[in-house]
């Protein structure tokens, strides 16, 4: 008895002691829960808001990058017929198949050519106001010797760019503030932001907007691969103005 006795004390010592952790470990796991119900709602709302906010228009951006000797070899016969039409006149923009735009804040167009022939064109929408472009991502494009044989057509390390821009927010008046390399920068509605860069003896060279007329012109004579990188906000663009390819206006080009 005097056994048992020390066994259903020590029971009950134990017991005892773990009340406070389990307790402890119940209010810590309520806690969690609720701050993780607080940030979705927070989340949830903020969204709803800025979908009304931009219910019925969207801040639309253009990339565009041009590189001099991207072109691994001149195409025979090569013709990319574009899916994509752009009219930043009108604003018109039409795709192969409409979106769904609604909580759209944001749209980005993005272009890669070389020497007047592009090898790269896409469209994205953002709902957040953020976005990535993958500037200089490697492409594979065939073209066809004389023979007939598919050849690489894009020189990918020809593309002298930063990497990534990342769009990092929009703004209701229509701003936007992006990230590319060691650059931020924010353009308003109207705005563009530009920069060429060269590839001189394995060192990136910026050229200055003060320069850029003599400098490109010796860069592109001595055969320096140089591109160039272009930003610009075309402003809030209507929702109604995206059309399904045969819906809206016809065409291949983006228009200044």
């Known amino acids: 008895m005097v056994y048992k006795s020390f066994l259903g004390a020590g029971s009950r010592r134990r017991t005892g002691e773990a009340a406070p952790l ?16 607080v940030f979705l709602a927070f989340r949830l709302i ?3 808001v800025s979908a009304y906010r931009f219910h019925g228009e969207f801040v639309f951006v253009t990339v565009e990058e041009s590189s001099s000797q991207a072109l691994a070899a001149l195409p025979l016969g090569f013709e990319r017929l574009s899916d994509t039409f752009v009219d930043c006149e009108e604003r018109i923009l039409e795709l192969p198949k409409k979106p769904f735009l609604w909580g759209v804040s944001l749209g980005t167009y993005y272009s890669a050519s070389s020497q007047g022939i592009e090898f790269e064109e896409w469209v994205k929408f953002s709902r957040t106001g953020k976005l990535t472009v993958p500037v200089g991502r490697p492409v594979d494009v065939k073209g066809r010797d004389l023979s007939g044989e598919a ?19 929009t703004e209701r008046s229509g701003a936007i503030r992006f990230r590319y390399g060691d650059k931020r920068v924010t353009l308003r509605p ?21 320069t850029w007329e003599s400098a490109l012109e010796e860069y592109l004579a001595s055969g320096v691969p140089v591109t160039r990188v272009a930003v610009s906000n075309r402003g809030f663009w209507p ?12 065409g291949i080009e983006v228009l200044p």
Do not use: C, H, M, Q
């Open 190 to 210: 109207g705005e563009s932001w530009a920069e060429i860069l060269a590839l001189v003896d394995g060192v990136l060279v910026e050229i200055g907007a003060d």
């Open 151 to 169: 050849v690489p057509l894009v020189d990918n390390p020809a593309r002298i760019v930063r990497g990534e821009l990342v769009v990092e927010r």
């Open 239 to 250: 929702k109604t103005g995206v059309y399904a390819r045969g819906e809206g206006v016809k």
């Open 46 to 48: 903020s969204f709803l």
């Open 22 to 37: 389990r307790l402890l470990l119940r209010y810590g796991l309520r806690l969690i829960a609720i701050s993780i119900a």
